[in-house]
């Protein structure tokens, strides 16, 4: 797919475990557009914000994660899109590939958009949507601020919440740091996946401001927490 070959240009398929993508169509039935934020600790650490659109993830690098602050503008690079794949994507992408570093599924759901039409909206520069995810929710606007045009493949946007019921002050990426797949933290999935834990680990939150681990674990997690443990690896 063409518009994956950036995508695929910056990749080696055969030392990443990131998904070459273009396996999976949705098909005509899919009746919801998936999203998701990758918490990346690459060389530096940022959340990957991504919006299903047309067949691919449209995709934003946000350097401080999202605030569900509507006081807050939290700047948004856009890059390049990702296969469909992506969006469940966690793991460790090994050292000197593109993105070396430790990859969290750290939300994951929906999006709706608000506008009728998502490409020209993209065109436009302002997106505003709905979000229904595990962590994050109800309406958001990405605006973009500088990089018009069609060659402009790196340009910047500011992510900001809308006022209503989800709207808060809370600091949402150090109260809920862990993996929605797997409720790991950083250097917990960089420990099971063979990644450089001391790096992962400068991604969570200090030491003494971690919550619980199994404060919202699911039945299924449950059991892959007791099979990792079966192989010796303590959660
Ligand atoms: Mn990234």
Redesign the pocket.
């Known amino acids: 797919m063409e518009k994956l070959s950036e995508y695929r240009r910056k990749r080696r398929f055969d030392v990443t475990p990131e998904p070459q993508g273009g396996e999976r169509g949705r098909g005509k039935g899919a009746r919801t557009l998936m999203y998701a934020i ?1 918490k ?1 600790m ?1 060389s530096r650490l ?1 959340y ?1 914000l991504r919006l299903e659109w047309d067949g691919v993830l449209l995709s934003w ?1 946000v350097p401080r994660g999202p605030s569900p602050d509507p006081e807050v503008k939290r700047l948004a690079m856009r ?1 390049e899109d990702h296969p469909l794949e992506y969006a469940d994507f966690e793991g460790i992408i090994p050292a000197g590939e593109y ?1 070396a570093g430790t990859v969290m599924l750290w939300d994951r759901g929906s999006w709706m958009p608000e506008g009728a039409d998502v490409s020209s909206s993209l065109r436009k520069g302002e997106i505003k949507f709905t979000l229904q995810g595990e962590k994050l929710r109800g309406s958001w606007v990405l605006v973009q601020i500088r990089g018009f045009g069609e060659g402009s493949r790196k340009s910047t946007w500011l992510l900001i919440k809308h006022r209503d019921e989800y709207a808060s002050t809370k600091d949402i990426t150090l109260e809920e740091p862990r993996s929605v797949r797997t409720h790991r933290l950083l250097a917990e999935i960089a420990r099971d996946d063979g990644g450089d834990v001391r790096r992962a680990s400068q991604g969570d939150p200090p030491a003494g401001r971690r919550p619980a681990n199994n404060a919202k674990r699911r039945p299924s997690e449950r059991k892959n927490a007791a099979k990792r443990k079966d192989r010796g690896r303590s959660e």
């Open positions: 990758q990346h690459a940022h990957d690098a890059t993105g």
